[in-house]
């Protein structure tokens, strides 16, 4: 029988340089079970990351180190990236407003416009073997963009399946559609059991050079791209909010005119039945005075 070793008390990963020098580890597990990734106190949760990378430009960090840029509204910092769905049971976003700078109420009415010009798409993915062939009926990022932007994160570096098809590569040259290529860009080949990024060398009447030394057969899965867009699910949910309340407004407005509309009309049949009830009683006086004429 095989003995089994166990090990108690915190188990402490290597330290990179750069956690080294702020002092922090890289990969902590506590006795608890707790595991932190950036922090050496993973007390939050069972499993905290402290920390994040930006997806664009390798040197831009989101807090001004080593960054010459202004800091952009649709650049996001990934702390935790899935290429697939992540199940839960809850999500809380952190909300309290002390970490805010509040600037004011949101304008329904014009919410309500915005999300009236929010289009919804039946779509499938074009990558069918990692995604399936699932219907979709979601927003597209680039519509979303033209009327609501503060919804779309534009700035992440993905690879785009623009390509995806297979082909053969000799002497690093690979025959593809090239009309959305240009020399420097990279692309993803994938070969059995291997997949890479390499970059196009050249570029000749739809075949490519890449800088990549495989032979025979590979699939070319398409190219990478600096501004790939996703959207801001949860941004899009509070505009809902606010144009429901919109609506909710005028709904109270029609409610309110309904109301006086309906005792106006109950007054104006009550006066309908007086006067019905006097012409009877003129009638009636009519007709008597006709009959004693007789």
């Given amino acids: 029988m095989k003995k089994i070793h166990r090990i108690t008390g915190i188990i402490l990963f290597v330290i990179t340089i750069q956690l080294q020098a702020q002092g922090t580890d890289a990969l902590k597990i506590l006795p608890n079970g707790n595991v932190g990734i950036g922090t050496s106190t993973p007390t939050q949760g069972k499993f905290v990351v402290s920390g994040g990378e930006s997806s664009y430009p390798s040197n831009f960090f989101i807090y001004g180190y080593k960054s010459s840029k202004v800091l952009e509204m649709n650049v996001l910092k990934n702390s935790i990236y899935a290429s697939d769905g992540i199940s839960a049971l809850q999500f809380n976003v952190f909300s309290d407003e002390r970490i805010k700078k509040i600037l004011g ?46 919804a779309v994160i534009t700035k992440q570096t993905e690879v785009i399946p623009n390509i995806y098809r297979l082909s053969t590569i000799h002497k690093s040259w690979i025959p593809v559609d090239t009309k959305d290529l240009v020399v420097a860009d990279k692309i993803k080949l994938i070969f059995s059991g291997e997949e890479m990024l390499t970059e196009i060398l050249e570029i000749k009447q739809n075949t490519i050079r890449v800088s990549c030394t495989r032979e025979g057969t590979v699939f070319v899965y398409g190219k990478e791209v600096r501004d790939f867009h996703s959207v801001d699910y949860e941004a899009i949910g509070m505009l809902n909010v606010s144009a429901t309340q919109a609506l909710l407004k005028r709904i109270e407005v029609l409610e309110g005119e309904k109301f006086t509309l309906t005792k106006t009309v109950s007054a104006l049949k009550k006066e309908q039945e007086k006067t019905d009830d006097r012409l009877r009683a003129i009638e009636r006086v009519l ?8």
């Fill in 287 to 294: 007709v008597s005075e006709i009959a004693e004429n007789k």
């Fill in 105 to 150: 109420e949101s304008n329904n009415a014009n919410d309500l416009d915005i999300l009236s010009k929010i289009v919804i798409t039946d779509y499938k993915m074009i990558d069918t073997v990692q995604r399936g062939n699932k219907v979709y009926k979601k927003v597209i990022a680039q519509q979303v963009e033209k009327v609501y932007p503060l």
